[in-house]
Structure formats: C-alpha cells, structure tokens
C-alpha cells in the first residue's frame, strides 16, 4: 500500500515538521537521486541531508537506516535509493520559483511492496506506524484543499493564491 501526499506550503512552513519528525528520536536520510557509484549514496545525519537542501530527501528513524536498498538502473553505473523497498519517506520540497510561483511538496511512503516473484512483502509495522503518524501531522497542518480536494495548503498559501501566487506541481 503506497501513502502520497501532495501539499504546498511555503519553505519557512517547514522547520516546524522537520522539528516534530526529530523528537521521534534519531534520523537518517540521504539525498534522492541518480548516482554513478554505489559508494555515492550514504545514509547519513538527517540534519546534515537537509542542510543540503536537496529537493527530494530519503529519510527514516536511524534503526531503519541499514535497511536502505539500492536500485541500479537499466544503464551500467547508475545507482539509486530504492524507496519502495525500503524503510523510508521520500520527501521532495516545495521551492519558491521566479515570478511568484511556489512549487508542491510531496510525501510518498509504502507499507509493502511486491518482491521479484510478485508476492506481497511488508514493512516494519512500527516504521508504518511512524510515517503515517507523519502524513497526519501535516495533514493537520494543511488544513485547506487546493483544486478539487486533492491537494492540501497552509492558509497562507491560501492568501497567497488570492494576492497572485501560482501553483505548480
């Protein structure tokens, strides 16, 4: 089962969800991406990932961390985190773009995931129970629907759309 969650809200909204997922206790993350060596992609402090501000981080609660898998792609040397087989949230983040335009933010984490002979396997049932807890605390925090209730926003961006700001996926 694949949880998404499409939002928006402005940059600054977000020191006080990064805040809430670090009293959970320790994380670890690492920046989403294609890679040319395995040896690239290092599961390291949250903190230190964010402070990169990568657009799409992979995080999780440190005891997860070692868990992370590895997709390597259809082109020899191309290497990547493999979210949908592993004990993590991607989490890509919303940017301010030129001429008023801020853009969505987004939260994919799964519960399962089929495994190369088709058969259902499931994630930790504590690391489910953490990200959905996760999904809700910025749910609460996007209280308003952006176009037909299938995206959330702040009520400031909800301001901000009636003073001309635009938003884009």
Do not use: C
């Amino acid at each position: 089962m694949t949880s998404v969650l499409g939002f928006w809200w402005f940059p600054d909204e977000e020191a006080p969800f990064l805040d809430y997922l670090r009293k959970s206790g320790p994380l670890v993350a690492t920046p989403e991406g294609r890679f040319r060596r395995e040896e690239e992609i290092i599961v390291s402090d949250f903190d230190l990932v964010v402070a990169s501000n990568a657009r799409g981080i992979l995080f999780t609660k440190a005891e997860y961390g070692p868990e992370l898998k590895l997709y390597r792609g259809v082109d020899a040397g191309v290497y990547s985190p493999n979210e949908r087989m592993s004990p993590f949230v991607s989490y890509q983040r919303g940017t301010i773009a030129p001429n008023n335009k801020l853009r969505m933010s987004n939260l994919v984490a799964r519960a399962s995931y089929f495994d190369e002979r088709g058969r259902t396997v499931e994630k930790p049932i504590e690391f489910v129970k953490w990200y959905k807890r996760a999904f809700k605390w910025v749910r609460d925090r996007t209280p308003l629907w952006h176009r037909y209730e299938s995206y959330r926003i702040t009520e400031r961006v909800a301001q901000a759309v009636k003073d001309g700001w635009e938003l884009v996926p």
